[in-house]
Each structure stands twice: as C-alpha cells, then as structure tokens.
C-alpha cells in the first residue's frame, strides 16, 4: 500500500512538472514556441517580454501552483497510509524534486522544458508557508532597487534557507531549500554565459539600463 502510494505520489509530482504553462501560452496566444524566441527559457519571465505582462503572470501562477500541489498532493496520498512524520515529510520532499525534474524535462516536449526556479518557489512555499510573502516581498525590494527582474529573481530565493533556519529551525528544510535551487542555477548556467557573451563582459551585463536587456 505505501510503496504504491508513493509511486503514485512521485508520477503525479513528474506529470503535473510536465505541464508546458509557458509552451502552452504562448502557443494559443502568439502562435510561437517560447523555447524558439528571446531568452528561449520555457519560463514566467521569457513569457512576460515575448507575449505579454499578464500572460507572465499566468504563467508564473501556473508554474508556482505546480509546484506547491506536488508537495502537497504527495502529502495527502501519504497520509491515507499513516506513516510516520520522517517518512511523510521524505516524500513530500522527493515529490518536489521530481516536480521540478518535470518542469525541466517535460514528457509532453520531448524532454525540453525550462529552468524550474517558479515551481522551485511552489515547491518551497508549501514545505514553508512563510516562504511566499517572504519572497514576494524580498523581490519586489530588489526589483526596486536593480531594476533588473531577472537578478532580482533569482537573489531573492535565498530567503528560503534563511526561513528554514529561523523561522521553521529544520536542518532539513536549510539542506533541501539549498539542494533544490541548484537545479535551476546549473540549468541558467549557459544562459548567463550567453548573456555576458552578447552583452561584452560582466560590468555591462549588471549596469544594463534597458529592461528587455535584462532578461
């Protein structure tokens, strides 16, 4: 019974990854393929500048609501089984591993998806309620002050490891919020490269007045 709820948990978490919000968008919206036009990241972001601002939001929704319903589906199957408080909490975690798996490597776009770091902030606001408005808030002060989305983004994930640590004391939720961010960092890897390559080095890449230029 519990080696097929967690199968059933860990399927559910890699299909519900593999939906292409962004593909799927932009497809019914612009007729294109978001993996083919701007910064070709099948994301939140590249949806935001190639279809349109609420479009973004949508998407970004989507993504995020993806995430978080892994984790959280993944608990409630568990929890028909009755298992114990380490083992619930294992899977919830796996699931959102998996969820994120999903997203980069969609079955439904033969493996080619996108970086994960939306669903990364569904995933992680399920496992630490506090982590959304924490992060919002975070983002939109940086936002604020860079003007620059995309760093924005990305810098203000690490107020999860931070929530982990003072707000919920889990060892756990520190490691895990860690570990799982490194799948959209090694996956954004060739795109920052591209983007210091295009841009003529790292000083210009940061100091880049134009918003389009900063995705």
């Known amino acids: 019974m519990i080696a ?3 199968a059933a948990s860990l399927v559910i978490a890699y299909l519900l990854g593999s939906i292409p919000s962004a593909y799927m968008v932009g497809r019914f919206r612009k007729g294109v393929d ?19 601002f609420w479009y973004g939001i949508l998407v970004l929704v989507l993504d995020i609501g993806k995430g978080a319903a892994a984790v959280a589906i993944a608990g409630a199957l568990m929890r028909l089984a ?10 919830q975690l796996i699931a959102g591993v998996v969820v994120v798996l999903g997203h980069a490597y ?16 569904g995933v992680l606001a399920c496992l630490m309620p506090w982590g959304a ?3 919002l808030g975070l983002f939109l002060l940086l936002l604020v002050i860079t003007r620059f989305p995309t760093l924005s983004y990305a810098v203000a994930f690490l107020c999860f490891p931070f929530l982990g640590w003072l ?20 996956l954004y890897i060739p ?11 790292w000083k210009h890449l940061f100091l880049r007045r134009n918003l389009k230029d900063r995705l």
């Open 82 to 91: 009755v298992p114990t408080d380490f083992l619930l909490l294992l899977i």
């Open 4 to 6: 097929l709820l967690i």
């Open 167 to 186: 707000v919920y004391h889990s060892g756990a939720l520190i490691i895990y919020s860690v570990a799982i961010l490194l799948i959209p960092g090694l």
């Open 191 to 201: 795109r920052i490269k591209e983007m210091r390559s295009k841009s003529g080095g």
């Open 34 to 52: 978001i993996r083919k036009v701007g910064s070709r990241n099948m994301g939140a972001m590249n949806t935001f500048y190639r279809v349109g």
């Open 133 to 135: 408005p924490v992060y």
């Open 106 to 121: 969609p079955v439904f776009l033969k493996f080619k998806g996108g970086k994960g770091g939306a669903t990364c902030i």
